[in-house]
Structure formats: structure tokens, C-alpha cells
């Protein structure tokens, strides 16, 4: 009799584990591809679709990490100020320069702050921290319609979880975001050109004209 109650019940459970498996099977089938990556907002799941479809989704990957890999994506700020320093700037100009050579890419800029202060105070300073990059780069000739929005998270993503002042925690983030619609690239789903574009310039050979400009600029480095 026990033996019995015992093959009943592994029946009963197995029966049900099959009957869920089944269940997250079937609808994880019925979803869109993308669809992973709702938010929570309406239509999120079709336009993670079409992106990915379109293949936007990957070049914007690929862009992305070539953006963290060339160049620093993050500037630091003093204690409750969202003024650039010399070092910021250095690195913002740095991005500036890559930005320009991709006149097809849209970037966003987040901003956050440390633990000290209120949440809303902290709010309102990490986007004043991020509206000074997005300035910084409109200065250098950036269009403001590439620069898609400006973000705060203020104190909730902090890289270094302390209550007290802590630098690295004070600091913006550029990331890219996506594509510019109205480009013709864009627009035709040439994606992939816009990246190959840019490897195929750095094999080009160096010019003598341009090599001797360089030398020139070292040598008037070395010698003060």
C-alpha cells in the first residue's frame, strides 16, 4: 500500500511539472522575438522585434562597444557641482571626436550622484550633470537632435555603495543609443556599412604629407 502511494504521488508531481514546463514552452514560443526586453510599455516587445528584424539592434551592439572600447565614457564631478573640470572636458573631447565620425548615431548621456543628499536633490543634480555634457558637446558642433535624451538616476546605480563623498560615483555616462532616423543609411537598413565604413578609413595608409604633420607635431612636443 505504501509503495503504492508513493508511484501515485511521483505520477501526480511529474505530471505537473510537465504541465508547467509545457505551459512556459508555449508561451514562451508565442512571444515575439524581443519581446525579453519589455519594459512594461506598450509596444515595446514590436519595436524590439522590428529592430532586431531590421538588424539595428545589433549594429547599435557593435557600435556601442566599440564607443566603451575607444574612448573613456565617463566624466567625474566635484562634490554637489555639476561644473567640468580640465580632466572632464580632456575626456569629453575625446567622445566628441568620436561622436563626430559617426554623424548617423544617436548617443544619450546619463547622469548620477553620490549617497549624500536627498533622492529628489540628487535627481535634479545628476541631470544638471548631464545637460553640462550634452552643452559640452553642442559646443563642439554636435547636433542637439543626436543627443536623444538626457537622464538622471541620481544616487541609485552607484559604483561604489558608501553613504559618505565618494568621486566615482559622481559622474555621467555616454552611451549609444541608437540610429538617426531620417539618415538615408539608416533609412535603407545599411547598417552595416556605417561601421564598416569607419574600419576600412583606419587601414588607409598615411600620407607622406599627413606623416610628416605628425612628425612634426612630435618633435615640437619633445623639444617643449
Known amino acids: 500500500m505504501n509503495m503504492f502511494k508513493k508511484t501515485f504521488t511521483f505520477i501526480i508531481l ?6 508547467g514546463s509545457q505551459q512556459l514552452i508555449t508561451s514562451n514560443f508565442n512571444k515575439p522575438i524581443g519581446s525579453e526586453l519589455d519594459e512594461g510599455r506598450f509596444g515595446n516587445p514590436t519595436m524590439n522585434n522590428m529592430l532586431i528584424h531590421s538588424g539595428q539592434k545589433s549594429a547599435t551592439f557593435d557600435l556601442a562597444q566599440r564607443f566603451d572600447s575607444e574612448v573613456i565614457p565617463t566624466v567625474n564631478f566635484a562634490f554637489n557641482s555639476a561644473k567640468l573640470d580640465g580632466a572632464a572636458q580632456a575626456t569629453l573631447q575625446q567622445q566628441a571626436t568620436w561622436i563626430r565620425q559617426f554623424p548617423e548615431v544617436r548617443f544619450r548621456v546619463y547622469g548620477h550622484t553620490d549617497l ?4 529628489r536633490f540628487n535627481k535634479r543634480l545628476g541631470l544638471r550633470r548631464a545637460q553640462s555634457v550634452v552643452n559640452f558637446f553642442i559646443s563642439q558642433g554636435i547636433g542637439r537632435d543626436r543627443l536623444e535624451a538626457v537622464a538622471s538616476f541620481g544616487e541609485e ?5 558608501t553613504q559618505t563623498e565618494e568621486r566615482q560615483n559622481r559622474r555621467t555616462v555616454t552611451q549609444v543609443s541608437g540610429f538617426v532616423e531620417k539618415n538615408r543609411q539608416v533609412l535603407n537598413g545599411k547598417y552595416g556599412e556605417i561601421i564598416a565604413r569607419e574600419y576600412i578609413k583606419s587601414a588607409e595608409p598615411v600620407t607622406e604629407s599627413a606623416g610628416a604633420a605628425a612628425a612634426t607635431a612630435l618633435n615640437a612636443i619633445a623639444g617643449g
Open 157 to 161: 546605480q552607484p559604483i561604489v555603495f
Open 14 to 19: 511529474t505530471s505537473v511539472a510537465a504541465c
Open 116 to 119: 549624500v543628499g536627498g533622492n
